[in-house]
């Protein structure tokens, strides 16, 4: 019997999940997440017996063998496919034919959020890693200031971790911080703010991008006065008034008792 190659596919397809051939596999990280309009880079990469030789690769979202296997009307959903690559697209392949199955998406849309899968084709069909990536694309409407204590109110002298979230994990982003609508010199996901006063009171506000459109909600910290510690400053500060009282009394007297000697003096 000779197989054609739609048939080998569909052999190959279904022999993925019963692990038959450990050495076909796709790697990808679980999800990824990409804010609109930024650019992003999906690593990926994919083994293959020695014998298999790789003549074209694809990739696909929504659908999990990326080929039709054995009735396929119409065309494949592909973002990319090297036999067919399209010039205009937004989706580069960076990977080769040997091992790496990078992809890079330019200004990324809301409209690319989906499931994508990477598909080879060898000498012995098509083979599609069929957990595939999940990207998500934020539009910063989500953006939110949390903050590592429960309530707004904060003790004089002590401390505040406040992150910026979203559907995004952060790791390759900027992100900007803002007190009162004043940027912060601080960059990153994470503000620590330590030996609080009143200064550090105010609404605090995290951004994706400087044109502010993807900010978060304002997040309020109160300080509250520490009434030990002022206590202890105003024990200080009576102690000092106090010892200076003194040295002036003593000098006053000094003055005095001088004074007095000499009017003493001058009448003997
Ligand atoms: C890639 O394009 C070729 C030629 O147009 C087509 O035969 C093939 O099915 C496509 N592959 C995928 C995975 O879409
Ligand atoms: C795959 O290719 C990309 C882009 O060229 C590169 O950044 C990445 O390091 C490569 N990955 C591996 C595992 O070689
Ligand atoms: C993508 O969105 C899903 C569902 O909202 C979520 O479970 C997942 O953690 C998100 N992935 C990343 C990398 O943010
Ligand atoms: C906070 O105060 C402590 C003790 O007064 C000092 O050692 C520390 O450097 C201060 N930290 C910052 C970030 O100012």
């Given amino acids: ?15 993925g999940p019963l692990g038959a051939d450990p050495d076909w596999h796709v790697e990808y990280p679980e999800s990824f997440c990409v804010v609109e309009g930024s650019t992003a880079t999906i690593p990926c990469s994919f083994t293959h017996p020695k014998v298999a030789l790789v003549g074209h690769v694809a990739w696909c979202p929504n659908h999990m063998f990326c080929h039709c296997p ?22 580069l392949y960076l990977g080769d034919l040997v091992g790496n199955c990078t992809l890079k998406i330019i200004k990324t849309e809301k409209q690319d959020a989906a499931r994508y899968h990477f598909s080879f084709e060898t000498n012995f069909g098509w083979w599609t890693g069929r957990k595939g990536v999940r990207v998500n694309v934020t539009d910063g409407e989500d953006v939110k200031v949390r903050s590592s204590v429960t309530d707004n109110v904060v003790k004089e002298g002590g401390q505040v971790t406040l992150t910026c979230t979203s559907a995004c994990s952060f790791h390759q982003l900027d992100v900007l911080w803002y007190r009162n609508g004043h940027a912060l010199s601080e960059t990153g996901p994470a503000l620590h703010l330590s030996n609080l006063t009143n200064y550090n009171a105010g609404d605090y506000t ?6 502010g459109q993807k900010t978060s909600a304002p997040w ?15 024990l200080k500060v009576a102690v000092v008034k106090g010892v200076v009282l003194a040295v002036l009394l003593l000098l006053l007297a000094g003055v005095v008792f001088a004074k007095w000697c000499t009017n003493k003096t001058k009448r003997i």
């Fill in 1 to 15: 019997m000779k197989m054609n190659p739609r048939t080998l596919s569909v052999l190959l397809l279904l022999a």
């Fill in 70 to 91: 054995m009735f396929c009307y119409g065309t494949t959903p592909d973002v990319y496919n090297s036999s067919n690559v399209r010039a205009d697209s937004r989706f």
């Fill in 220 to 234: 309020s910290l109160l300080v509250l006065e520490d009434e030990g510690f002022h206590r202890s400053v105003h």
């Fill in 206 to 211: 995290c951004s994706l991008d400087s044109s």
